[in-house]
């Protein structure tokens, strides 16, 4: 009987455990990027950005982020990408999605958020990773922060090479990586 017991015991934490993982991986989905700096792994937060993730995973699954570039590195502030080609042009997105900056979630060293124009609700494909804590990035009573949906969980050494990158005004825009750090892949690895 208690063999059994045991047996009964251990069978139902592997798979209590087993089911935990896979919830574990719907909500905390991990996405490898690779880019011609070298690859980094970010963690989302389905649970506190449904919306953002959601969004975010769909230009995952279309391959869109593949042959843009980090367009806009400022060191001690953001990398920015997530928009442009190589030749810095445009692509075209999916609707605006809506902002989901009072989710908790802080503006801290090496977290992702979703990049907007002026307008709050104006979030497509544009992310951004943190270099630092700016939490004058979260929301406060009277306005609208900057989305956090996820985090760098492996390849910081990654971001922080990009954030060195040289810059550069380029086509009008301000921050251009001199040498183009492109997104040569993306995927779900859980």
């Known amino acids: 009987m208690k063999k059994y017991l045991k047996n009964s015991i251990l069978i139902t934490f592997i798979f209590l455990l087993i089911i935990n993982q896979n919830i574990a991986s719907e909500n905390y989905p991990q996405i490898k990027i690779v880019t011609t700096s070298g690859s980094f792994t970010i963690e989302l937060d389905r649970n506190r950005a449904p919306l953002t993730v959601e969004n975010f995973l769909r230009y995952i699954e279309d391959d869109f982020f593949e042959n843009t570039v980090f367009h806009r590195v400022i060191q001690g502030f953001v990398i ?49 990773i943190n270099l630092v804590d700016n939490f004058t990035l979260d929301p406060m009573a009277t306005r609208w922060g900057y989305a956090v949906f996820g985090e760098v969980i492996e390849g910081f050494n990654v971001i922080d090479s990009i954030a060195g990158s040289a810059t550069q005004l380029k086509n009008g825009m301000q921050d251009v990586p001199v040498s183009p750090v492109i997104v040569l892949e993306t995927s779900r690895i859980n």
């Not at 810095?88 to 999916?94: D, G, P, V």
């Not at 009072?102 to 990049?115: D, E, K, W």
């Open 80 to 128: 920015q990408g997530g928009g442009f080609t190589p030749d810095l042009e445009s692509k075209e997105t999916y609707p605006n999605i809506i902002n989901e900056s009072g989710n908790g979630l802080s503006n801290r060293r090496m977290t992702i958020a979703m990049a907007r124009e002026t307008d709050p609700h104006t979030a497509s494909s544009q992310f951004y």
